[in-house]
């Protein structure tokens, strides 16, 4: 009978506890990190995360950056494109996006509206100081003649003075005592004119128009400052027959010829609040 002696160099098929170990750490860093690819390479997944998240953060940056420059029409425009909630309007159903509007240049210019003239104001505040001179039934006694920065009442001669003198009529003085709430309102300069037609007068207390023409002014100057107008804010002129309205040659132009005007020197918005302080 003959013995079958195993052979020495016969591998053996068994582990021992090391080996097994290997193996089982192997297989676990394979199942974490991907397959081998080369001799201490391996596909690393979390790479493609990170450098995703990094693009999104440049881009986001550079979106800001963008902003802080934008004109405020592009950025409304930007905002409406991105809306899903308007019209089913927005970036994912193909709406309007910023590229495609036109380039905006500079923003649009508001028309301003020009401010009334101030003929239309001047006429309005005419009118008005007129309708008060009506009420004070002073219509057919004084003439309103408006210009920039100037009132002027001219009142005839027929209704403060007799012919040839200045002393006033006691219906002269109650005209100037109807004209005070205007007069007396306000702290502008008044000034008072006497006007005479070209006919000579030659007596003791007027030897020719220059003095009745100034004598008339101020009489009607010291009626203003009993009346209350304030010293400071009157000052008088005679001109004689030098600053005519009408025509010396006739009866009616010499009668518009001799007159006392009183100069308001109130701006047009001065002449507003009086008028409006005086309406109420």
Do not use: C
Not at 95 to 109: C, E, H, R
Not at 220 to 240: H, N
């Amino acid at each position: 009978m003959t013995d079958i002696q195993p052979e020495a160099d016969a591998p053996s098929t068994m582990l021992d506890g090391e080996a097994v170990k290997r193996l089982v750490r192997r297989a676990a860093n394979r199942d974490a990190f991907g397959p081998v690819r080369m001799k201490g390479e391996r596909l690393e997944e979390w790479m493609l995360t990170y450098m995703d998240t990094v693009t999104l953060l440049v881009t986001l940056f550079v979106l800001i950056l963008s902003f802080s420059s934008m004109e405020d029409e592009k950025f409304k425009a930007l905002v409406e494109g991105l809306r899903l909630d308007k019209y089913n309007a927005g970036v994912l159903t193909g709406s309007q996006g910023l590229m495609d509007l036109p380039s905006i240049k500079q923003a649009p210019v508001t028309k301003e509206t020009p401010p009334a003239p101030e003929q239309d104001s001047d006429i309005g505040v005419s009118e008005r100081l007129g309708d008060l001179i009506a009420e004070k039934g002073l219509d057919d006694q004084v003439e309103i003649k408006f210009s920039k920065d100037l009132i002027d009442l001219q009142l005839q001669e027929g209704v403060l003075f007799p012919s040839g003198t200045a002393e006033l009529l006691g219906g002269g003085k109650r005209v100037l005592h109807d004209l005070m709430p205007l007069l007396a309102a306000g702290d502008y300069p008044i000034s008072v004119q006497g006007h005479t037609d070209s006919v000579p007068i030659a007596t003791e207390q007027f030897p020719s128009n220059w003095e009745l023409s100034g004598a008339r002014a101020a009489s009607v100057v010291r009626e203003l400052i009993v009346l209350g107008v304030e010293e400071k804010r009157l000052e008088l002129s005679g001109f004689a027959h030098t600053h005519p309205l009408g025509d010396n040659g006739t009866a009616s132009g010499r009668e518009r010829n001799r007159r006392v005007n009183i100069l308001l020197h109130a701006s047009r918005k001065d002449m507003e609040d009086i008028l409006l302080e005086l309406s109420r």
